[in-house]
């Protein structure tokens, strides 16, 4: 037998698994569908302060054998929608429920994060600086000094362990000049890394013209694609923050790729285009997949080789 159950903002997981914020979660009837498959718990996609239809179509388009290229937008059903479904949630269901904020502006992520506190509910909050979709809105994460100022104004109004989600970065100075504004916040229990590959451009070769419609075809790449850059954030993350949990995401089409990131230091792995493509049963395939990958290694429980990827 494998274990597969960890735990994140102090709270257990059942399995390490769940959707990454955006797939199969924007409505109520897509937050079933992971309700009853075999996640270790749910995300609801990220939330504005206000309703949002997002980006105009096409605005998803799957890339065979790579993975995928999005400019949705945030369309999202505005916070007080995941709010009344967090106040419905049944808490004595075993997945926990993340809740995705992502204000267009401070502002609204402190009106966003106040209505959560206000409702003193046991959803974990994970605060998204890293849309790369929004035309005019730059990536937080990437703007060191405004993240840091973000944090200030959030993690004392949020009080309980929360976590953000965060661009990739590229270099090593940006790693060790993010993680040291990480490791200020106590409450900031964990980070999830990667969002998207902002701002790639894919082009089709018989049309000659760009396959995603908004921003003239610039958008996040996802998928297998970016994997070694998901595997080399989680990494450098576990390395820099002692103290907090890092959620792996990006790349993950089975067992293998999410033992990776284990190996790479992730305490959760969240799926996005696989999830997409081949639907919430996806996620009993890649836990069977993931304990057949342990039970071959003599690998019982998630601890026994997470963070230990060697070196040469
Ligand atoms: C989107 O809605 O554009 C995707 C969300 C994100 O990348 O954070």
Partial sequence: MADLSTSIAGVKLPNLFFNASGVCCQHEEELKTLLDSESGSLITKSATYEKRLGNPSPRYVPLPGLGSINSMGLPNEGYE?????AKKYDYTHEKPLFISLSGLCLEDNVKMVEAFVTADLPCILEVNFSCPNVPGKPQLGYDLEAMENALNVLAPLIKKPFGIKLPPYFDIAHFDAAAAIF?????LSFVTCINSVGNGLAIDFETETALIKPKDGFGGLGGTMVLHTALANVNAFYRRLPNKKVIGVGGVTSGKEAFLHVLAGASAVQIGTQLKEEGPQMFSRIKKELEDIMIAKGYK??????GKVKTL
């Fill in 81 to 85: 929608y995941y709010l009344e479904y």
């Fill in 183 to 187: 490791n200020k916040f106590d409450n």
């Fill in 301 to 306: 429980s998630l601890d026994d080789f997470r």
